[in-house]
């Protein structure tokens, strides 16, 4: 129950220097210069890290849980998550989501699967919804599921300009976007809309559309997979211009995206955030629509693509941290309590290896992997 993380060098993102970390149970205690082993408590676990680097635990809105794909037919259908995989890279709270198909993945299995990686020690959550719009739901519709169901935060992936969307018209956005709205309040959660934004020509033009017709406010939207096209990324520095917070899928080239929002467009780093895409589906299509390859999504990316934004594009590495921390927490309104090393905060620690790996993580206060290996596996793992 109570645990001491001794001699560490915190950036909570902000680099608040060598400290020790006092854990109880689920939350973090206290954080101070040094903390005495308290006598008369019972047993406390003591961690001396010497000296190792504890970050935040990342927080990735964007995963595919149960699995998804499958625009190659039957057999390309993903893989489910297993718990191991989301903790060994640094990840400690996803959003789960549906994608392309709402027919053979469903919202039950979603949820559940949500509920079982919290039971297993991560945080979780979902978005109500799949591509299509109408989309799929628990209840009869989004604004009911935020009220209703708790692990729902918003509706998602919705997909725009992409050759796979339901071809929403505007008011067919607007419509869902008020759900997410007005469920949100009723329900006390962020009423999310978050966009999977294609490859057409449109790009977020929808979404400037929904923004300039209606009274709804920017920070509930999010287009994800900004980094797709040049175009597309010019767009979203419009959008973060505007005050909203861009998404980028995470992978081998994505930290070039991220460096042009930033050195290019100067938009501020605090507007961009990214998420890996998880185990959904990777396909590449050419030009008339045709598949031409299909690969698999992994949470491992978000480590990698953060790590090329700090050595390869020269972020500091506080600055660096707020794409996978801070800015997540703010756009799923989880301030305070994720993606940060504060008094109160969650117990969602990462203590990283000279090399930037993983070596251990704490989620919610339990120590799930050491020595870059996961100790607390999923059920059938
Ligand atoms: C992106 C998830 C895409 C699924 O465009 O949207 O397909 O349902 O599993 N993936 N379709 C991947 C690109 C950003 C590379 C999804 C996927
Ligand atoms: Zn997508």
Known sequence: MIKIIKNANVYSPEPIGKCDILILDERIAHIDSNIPVPRGLGEVEVFDVRGATIIPGFIDQHVHIIGGGGEGGPATRTPEIQLSQITTNGVTTVVGCLGTDGTTR??????????????????????????????????????????????????????????????????????????????GMLGGKPGLVHFHVGGGPRGIQPIFEILETTELPIAMFT??????????????????????????????????????????????????????????SLPKFDADGNLIGLGVGSVRTNLETWRDVMIKGHVPMEEALKILTTNVAQNLNLQGRKGCIARGADADLVELTDDLEVNRVWARGRLMVDAGRAIVKGTFE
């Not at 929403?168 to 419509?175: A, E, G, I, T």
Request: charged content about 25%; aromatic content about 6%; hydrophobic content about 40%.
């Open 106 to 183: 469903h919202m039950y299995s979603l949820l559940t699967k949500a509920r079982a990686l919290e039971i297993e020690g991560i945080t979780t959550f979902i978005y109500t919804g799949a591509y299509e719009v109408p989309t799929r739901t628990i209840t009869e519709n989004v604004r009911n599921d935020l009220i209703l169901i708790d692990k729902v935060i918003g509706v998602g992936e919705i997909a725009i300009s992409d050759h796979r969307s339901a071809q929403p018209d505007l008011s067919d956005l607007r419509k869902l976007a008020a759900e997410a709205r007005v469920g």
């Open 223 to 280: 287009p994800t997979h900004m980094n797709r096209n040049p175009e597309l990324l010019e767009q979203g520095a419009r959008f973060a211009k505007a005050g909203g917070k861009v998404d980028i899928t995470s992978g081998p080239e994505a930290y070039k995206g991220i460096m042009r929002l930033l050195n290019e467009f100067n938009i501020s780093i605090d507007h961009i955030t990214i998420s890996s895409d998880g185990n959904g």
